[in-house]
């Protein structure tokens, strides 16, 4: 199966993964999202989220199966072509992993820079997005200054910052209190009614509750839960602002 | 605080100085210490080699077709009858050159280090040029023109013999031909130190880019994973080494200066003929000052190098 001409954002298809040469640690996975999707993923520790999610933000190779990302094979790909790719992602790491010499403000706005925004076009939005997220007055922490939870909106905030076409998340709520939970969980919704497809993986069942339009990706020991099949040929979503 | 969230446009404002991605620590560490010893080192070698290139270059100009006709005669009356035959053979022959007797003075100052100044003194009270009973030869200087081949050299023996059968001719340069050997091998030496040194420096550069890699994987696989570019990534690193190579360069020249100039000032004290023409001209110095351009353009692909090798080790 390949992309369509409307242009899925990501197909895998029987899709596996094994560090070494030990067990698969995901077997057969096959799923289709389309722009404007909004996925949770869930599972237990240890099912294979964060597995998936390195697959989806193109830190790991699959050991077998077909990626295809933004219309393009994603395995055979050359590496020089990688980044453009990444380029169009948005990814919350589970351990933030923020630039630990860099300041708050500067960790934001990594992306943009790295993506040859001129400094002119970085310094409103990094400064909007870090108010929004209620960092306005810790721009110039280093990360190793701020609390579990700051860290965490920079992160969100940097992953964000250059409206992508993907935002994957793997545990973005997971430092924050309710309150902000729900706040950045509607960043991730505005965001999702531009076109910006989401897939966030959590294990809060109250967050699931919070997007009544979205759907669930249930991992079970590296095998994806989809009895439907809606998961593999989803019905086609309206994109584009509501 | 505002509820809508912001989703980015873009924006003017005043820009703001972005940080490095990776932390830039200029000239600090070992690596500007080494580059500068480096320098320093070529420098001075090559100095050591374009003055040894100078010295054979100026002795060959004084030396090249030179000719000394020694008349070994122990009888001062005969030397002196066979010397003013020898000059008048010579004045007339085809192809020498500025034939003269050396003065006696000249000879006694070129004998005085072994025999004394007692040389004067006896050759004004007795024989010209016989020094405590020690017979000093005459000697003549001439240059021939064209080469000195030694057929050439035993063929005005062979005319000078007839008149003057004490005459020796002896062509000036083949006793340096030793000395302009070693020189040369000398020269040899400094180019293979340049290159070793340059070899060390690419070395001490690549090792210093690996372990910066190093200690900075964990941003350069954030930077990666955002969209860095290996080129990106590899700029900022040779950027870093470039900035500290050229740091060093300059330090190291200037070390290798004041090394020069003390070295050149002890050797003109010296007052050799032979060492005044090893002088350094502004060719020299600007082939000098091409080094630590050449070590910074060196250590620069080198990281480059380094740098793109790793990380194309990376997904």
Do not use: C
């Not at chain 1, 899925?8 to 404007?36: A, C, H, K, M, W």
């Not at chain 1, 869930?42 to 964060?50: E, P, V, Y």
């Not at chain 2, 080494?34 to 090559?46: F, K, N, T």
């Amino acid at each position: 199966m390949t992309p369509d001409a409307e242009g899925e954002i990501v197909q895998f298809d029987n899709v596996g993964l094994r560090y070494g040469t030990g067990r698969e640690v995901l077997s057969d996975v096959s799923f289709t999202l389309y722009p404007g999707s909004f996925y949770f993923l869930t599972g237990a520790s240890g099912a294979g989220k964060t597995s998936l999610l390195k697959l989806l933000y193109l830190a790991q190779r699959p050991s077998r199966g077909a990626i295809h990302m933004f219309g393009t094979d994603a395995i055979t790909m050359p590496r020089e072509r990688l980044p453009l790719l990444r380029r169009r992602l948005g990814v919350v790491f589970q351990d933030f992993r923020l630039v630990p010499h860099l300041s708050a403000f500067d960790n934001v706005a990594l992306p943009l820079r790295v993506s040859g925004a001129a400094e002119r076009d970085i310094v409103q939005p990094v400064a909007d997005m870090l108010e929004w997220v209620g960092l306005a007055d810790r721009m110039d922490a280093r990360p190793a200054t701020l609390s579990g939870g700051e860290q965490q909106r920079v992160a969100i905030a940097r992953a964000v910052i250059g409206r992508p076409q993907l935002l994957v998340a793997d545990e973005p709520t997971g430092n924050v209190d309710p309150d902000m939970a729900v706040k950045l969980l509607r960043l991730f919704e505005a965001l999702n009614r531009l076109g910006t497809t989401v897939v966030v993986a959590t294990h809060d069942a109250h967050l699931l509750r919070k997007v009544p339009e979205s759907l669930i990706m249930r991992l079970d020991k590296g095998r994806l839960s989809d009895p439907t099949g809606a998961l593999r040929y989803p019905p086609r979503r309206q994109t584009g602002p509501a | 605080m505002n509820d809508a969230p912001p989703i980015p446009q873009a924006a003017s404002r005043l820009p703001r100085r972005s940080a490095e991605i990776v932390p830039q620590a200029r000239m600090s560490g070992p690596i500007p210490w080494v580059i500068a010893i480096m320098v320093a080192l070529m420098v001075v070698a090559a100095a050591g080699g374009l003055a040894l290139r100078n010295t054979g270059k100026a002795a060959a100009r004084e030396l090249s077709g030179g000719i000394t006709v020694q008349i070994v005669e122990a009888r001062p009356a005969e030397r002196d009858r066979q010397a003013r035959a020898a000059l008048a053979l010579l004045q007339r022959a085809q192809g020498v050159t500025e034939p003269r007797i050396v003065p006696q003075a000249e000879l006694d100052a070129l004998v005085e280090p072994w025999l004394g100044e007692a040389v004067d003194e006896q050759a004004q009270g007795g024989g010209q040029g016989d020094s405590l009973g020690v017979p000093v030869p005459a000697l003549i200087d001439a240059r021939l023109a064209g080469s000195l081949a030694p057929a050439r050299l035993a063929a005005l023996q062979e005319q000078l013999r007839r008149t003057a059968p004490s005459a020796r001719v002896d062509d000036q340069a083949i006793w340096l031909r030793p000395v302009f050997g070693a020189a040369q091998s000398l020269q040899w030496l400094a180019v293979a130190l340049i290159v070793l040194l340059s070899g060390a420096t690419g070395a001490a550069v690549l090792l210093a880019a690996r372990t910066a890699l190093g200690n900075n994987r964990e941003t350069i696989e954030i930077v990666h994973l955002l969209g860095g570019t290996d080129a990106q990534i590899a700029a900022i690193f040779q950027r870093s080494i470039a900035f500290d190579a050229i740091g060093g360069g300059v330090v190291g020249f200037g070390a290798a200066f004041v090394v020069i100039a003390l070295l050149g000032r002890s050797f003109a004290q010296l007052q050799a003929g032979i060492v005044t023409g090893s002088a350094l001209g502004w060719m020299d110095w600007a082939l000098l000052a091409l080094v630590p351009a050449v070590a910074a353009v060196v250590a620069t692909i080198t990281a480059r190098w380094t740098v793109m090798r790793a990380l194309r080790r990376m997904l």
